[in-house]
């Protein structure tokens, strides 16, 4: 079965951090690009950062470059998200994904959310003092 399944979300204070985790199963994240989003209640989803394996290029939204990083074990096949000095307006549940699409050349955005075919359930993070 192919899955994602996203973890380390939680509640905590603005300027705290978090690490969040999302491991595939049924498939291998070598070889595909694997991005974050994120949606808060009432609000539209929005991507916030994607990943390639093969050369661990990494992309950001602008709202949280500087304060957040993506990563990856092969080996455990699993994508990260380090969140740190995280701010209220980052509160929503988290989503990982990933899709057969690579980067493109002078586009520095993440690829678009409909070129990622595979979604975990996500996991909620909430930031409040």
């Known amino acids: 079965q192919v899955q994602l399944v996203e973890s380390g979300g939680g509640l905590v204070q603005p300027g705290d951090s978090l690490k969040l985790s999302c491991v595939a199963s049924g498939f291998r994240l070598d070889y595909v690009t694997v991005a974050w989003f994120r949606q808060a209640p009432g609000k539209e989803r929005e991507e916030v950062s994607c990943?390639?394996?093969?050369?661990?290029?990494?992309r950001y939204v602008d709202s949280v470059k500087g304060r957040f990083t993506m990563s990856r074990d092969n080996a455990l096949n699993t994508v990260y998200l380090q969140m740190n000095d995280l701010k209220p307006e980052d509160t929503a549940i988290y989503f990982c994904?990933?899709?057969?699409?690579?980067?493109?050349?002078?586009?520095?955005?993440?690829?678009?959310?409909?070129?990622?075919?595979?979604w975990g359930q996500g996991t909620q993070v909430a930031v409040a003092s």
């Open positions: 994904a990933t899709g057969l699409i690579d980067f493109r050349r002078n586009i520095p955005s993440c690829p678009a959310a409909h070129n990622y075919n595979n």
């Open positions: 990943l390639r394996p093969r050369d661990d290029t990494t």
